[in-house]
């Protein structure tokens, strides 16, 4: 009987977490049990992962297959409960709901054991005092049952009121732990661990209640936040950037626009992104920006700064053109970017044509520090070059050469320490 007992009562706890895991299927369900928080299915291999407890199986009645599930000391609770938070997980507890169907087996057999004990004891009475009422026997009655209903009311209020104050609790809002340049409240800032790979933290937020794009964390970043030595707010500055800049006016999205070129006023027709659907092409998958400016039609892969940009609306479509677009335009702060190291002297730059192939190329002459190799240039740059003047030769040195440069600059330097040393 006890074990019938126990079957049924395994049966309706996980009708329960059934029926609450469909109304919140995002969330970790803890089941407390006696003096035990125990938890099944998916939510159960999960929390082993994160808690390193023991997983198991359990047989439940009309389950094709063994139940997982795991369990830990209610005592543990404020223990395991913020490594839970810490990992990302949204958790909620709850109580066991009595199974109306066993109450009311139990409440039956509780009512059939009473009538056989008073049917034992009427007539165990009638025989040893034939002069007993039977009002006195059902005042006695009607007293042992009193108490009885008033502990099932009073925890039946009880139990309301909790959830009341429970619910009221959950409504209260949190706090922001930031807010932006644009109003924005931010809040549920917090780091968590990879659940598919241990060694990768990711850092996210909600914003108005939105939930942001998780961002891998840097491993400094990690310690330092870890030991409180960084905030949310300076977390959201590295990671989230553009979220936290001034939106710059709707109007200024609206096309035709027109910027400064190197021969007077050019016009943006369009501009907006796409993702490239062409199987065929490198960059197939990617985000590509497209603009039209004035006859010319021209799309490049999108960094993923300049989307944040472009979607959060902090930077206009003119200075995105100019960044991924103005060496085409041949725009002259395109190239303003570009500069030589510190110690190459300008007088080495030399651009020319190569009588090889016909192509122009340029070098960098280093003197003793060495020579670079000869790139070519592409049309643009050759015509911002010669043609707009948009170019100097530093700059186009710069774009094509400064990696070379900078391995020459530190083969030299390595040498002198080195000639230093073995005279020492």
Same mark, same amino acid.
């Given at each position: ?17 059934? +029926?609450?895991k ?44 063994p ?15 913020p ?17 109306p169907?066993?109450t009311?087996?139990a ?9 056989q ?11 040893e005092?034939?002069a ?19 502990e099932?009311?009073?925890?039946a ?24 340049a ?15 790979n ?9 914003? +108005? ?18 030991k ?7 977390l ?8 936290l ?5 709707e ?26 659907k ?7 998958g990617?985000?590509?920006f ?15 700064? +300049?989307l ?10 003119e ?25 190459v ?9 190569d ?10 002459d ?8 000869r ?5 643009? +740059? ?10 100097t ?14 391995g ?17």
């Open positions: 009987m006890a074990k019938k007992k126990e079957t049924d009562e395994n049966t309706g706890l996980v009708r329960q977490f059934d +029926d609450m469909k109304k919140h299927p995002d969330a970790m369900l803890l089941f407390r049990t006696g003096d035990f928080y125990e938890i099944y299915r998916q939510d159960a291999v999960k929390a082993a992962a994160i808690l390193a407890i023991t997983l198991t199986d359990r047989i439940i009645p009309g389950e094709k297959e139940m997982k599930m795991t369990m830990f000391p209610y005592n543990k609770l404020d223990t395991y409960l490594k839970l938070i810490r990992a990302g997980t949204r958790v909620a507890i709850c109580d066991k709901v009595e199974d169907k066993l009311k087996m409440k039956e057999g509780v009512k059939k054991e009473q009538t004990s008073n049917h034992s004891d009427m007539a165990k009475k009638k025989k005092q034939a007993q009422e039977e009002p006195v026997r059902t005042v006695k009655n009607a007293a042992g049952e009193k108490p009885a209903k008033e099932k009311t009073g925890t209020v009880k139990t309301k009121d909790g959830e009341e104050a429970k619910e009221k609790q959950e409504r209260k809002p949190r706090e922001p732990q930031m807010v932006t644009n109003g924005e409240k931010v809040t549920h800032g917090h780091a968590y661990q990879s659940k598919t241990p060694e990768e933290w990711y850092f996210t937020a909600k914003m +108005d209640g939105q939930q942001l794009k998780p961002q891998r964390m840097d491993a400094a970043d990690l310690a330092a936040y870890q409180k030595e960084l905030t949310v707010a300076q959201m500055e590295r990671y989230y950037p553009t979220k800049m001034p939106k710059v006016p109007e200024a999205f609206r096309m035709p626009k027109s910027i400064a070129g190197p021969e007077g006023s050019i016009t943006v027709e369009k501009f907006n992104v796409y993702k490239e062409d199987e065929q092409r490198p960059d197939f990617k985000y590509k497209y603009a039209q400016v004035g006859e010319a039609k021209m799309s490049a892969v999108a960094s993923r700064q +300049d944040n940009a472009y979607f959060d609306r902090v930077v206009t479509p200075k995105l053109v100019e960044r991924n677009f103005g060496e085409r335009l041949h725009l002259k702060s395109a190239y303003e970017k570009y500069r030589l190291p510190e110690g002297d300008q007088n080495g730059v030399r651009v020319a044509k009588r090889a192939d016909n192509k122009w190329k340029v070098s960098v280093m003197g003793e520090k060495g020579r670079t190799t790139q070519e240039i592409s049309f643009d +740059d050759g015509y911002s070059l010669f043609k707009a003047k948009t170019a030769r530093e700059q186009i040195a710069a774009k094509y050469l400064n990696t070379e440069i900078t020459l600059l530190a083969a030299n330097t390595a040498k002198v320490e080195k000639s230093a040393s073995m005279k020492m």
